[in-house]
Structures are given as C-alpha cells and as structure tokens.
C-alpha cells in the first residue's frame, strides 16, 4: 500500500467523510479519489492533490509522505470553507430560456469561473441593462444553481411560456399563488398566471465595471491593408 493511499485514508477516517461527498467537496472526480485511496495509483496528477491536500489543511508533500503531517495539527481538522473552481457556461437571456433541455455545445461561447458549490447544470448571465440597480449593476455576472428547491424571497431566473427570455426577479410565495416582486421599485409585483419553470436560485454575484471600456482597451487595433506592388507586367498594361 503506498504512503499517499495509507495518508488520505487516515485524513478521511479522522474527518468522517467517505470518497463521495470528499468528491463533492474539492471537485476531484470520485473514481479518482478511490484509485488514490485504494492504492490503485502512485501517481496521480497535481491538479488533483492540490485540493485534497488544501482541504485537509496539508500540503501536497504532507499528503503523499514526503514530509510528514505537523505534529501540531489537530486529528479531524479540515477546511469546512474549501472551495474548488468550477467552469459554468455564460448563457445568453434566450439561451437560459431553453437550458439545459435544448442547448447545444456549440452556442455557448464563454465561460465565466467561480468558487461556489455547484452542479454541472449551473450556468451564468450577465445584466444586460440598469434595471435591476442599484442592487445589481449593469455586467454584473450572476450564478444560478438549479438543484435548489426555491423558497420564498429567493432571486430566481424563471421562465414564463410565451416569451423568448428569462427574468431575474424575487420570488414571492402566497399560498399556491406565485407572485414576482423586481427588485427595482419603480416596477410593479406581478402574478405569474401561466405555465412557468423556475431555472434556479441565485448562489453568487460577481460585479464587474467598467466592461464596455476594459473590451476597446483589450481589443487588437484593426492593421491596414498593405497594398501589393504591381509587377512589371501590370505596370505596362496601366
């Protein structure tokens, strides 16, 4: 048995995590973390012991025997905060209105990266205009994790048939009555009377300035056209 094999084992015993939720946790796929735990593989990729060493509060060293642990670290210590980054697709308005069903690879052409906890159905848009300020400004990004039941008060993106977009309002719950409240108070809080689906909650914000500017700074100046000289032939001719 290898000392990274022996190692992880004793973190995640003192802990009381097993290989799935461990999986969930750092982002490091679950077939993964049972080779490297089984003793199936000696050497695993750094990208994927770098998380597991910085949730465990180690370095990568301490975590395949290089070095041994501290003997100042607490047994069952680990980083409840730890967060791995994850790639979610920037979706489009119109986009959002048909995802996850509908979408095809090749329409999304970004993708934005956060730290938060979410599913591989999670995606991202960013405002398009001033009317949700001053709570969220224009081009801030905003995350949406599908998996979680909306409660009432969450900011929601939802769907209402009929129309070719998403909304991003506030969700307001009366009974089996759902009401969208906007969250800029010059609009009105409205019933939603026809058939809806709710894409997700939102789980981050990410405000960004200054975009419009930043975009003409980054963007290559356009190269004039060199005009070719004419040979002598052509010169003749002229």
């Known amino acids: 048995m290898s000392k990274l ?5 004793a973190l995640m015993q003192d802990v009381g995590i097993t290989v799935t939720e461990l999986a969930r946790q750092t982002g490091v796929g679950q077939p993964v973390i049972h080779r490297m735990a089984s003793g199936e593989t000696d050497n695993p990729k750094v990208g994927s012991l770098s998380p597991i060493a910085k949730f465990f509060g180690v370095n990568i060293s301490m975590l395949i025997g290089d070095e041994p642990l501290p003997a100042s670290r607490f047994a069952g210590s680990y980083n ?9 697709p920037l979706l489009s308005w119109e986009q959002c209105a048909v995802w996850p069903e509908k979408h095809l690879p090749a329409e999304i052409c970004s993708l934005v990266s956060t730290e938060a906890n979410v599913t591989d159905k999670a995606f991202a848009v960013r405002m398009e205009d001033h009317t949700m ?3 969220y400004a224009k081009d801030t990004l905003m995350v949406f994790e599908p998996s979680i039941s909306p409660s009432n008060k969450d900011i929601i993106a939802i769907h209402i048939e009929g129309q070719n977009k998403i909304q991003v309002k506030q969700l307001m719950l009366d009974g089996n009555d759902v009401y969208l409240k906007p969250l800029n108070q010059d609009f009105e809080i409205n019933r939603v009377l026809k058939p809806h689906r709710i894409l997700g909650v939102l789980v981050q914000s990410l405000t960004e300035y200054y975009q419009d500017q930043l975009r003409k700074e980054v963007e290559p100046e356009e190269v004039p056209l060199v005009k070719k ?3 002598s032939k052509e010169e003749e001719l002229s």
């Open 5 to 9: 094999s022996t190692i992880l084992k």
């Open 80 to 88: 409840p905060h730890y967060r791995s980054w994850s790639q979610l």
């Open 133 to 135: 300020e001053p709570q």
């Open 229 to 231: 000289k004419k040979n």
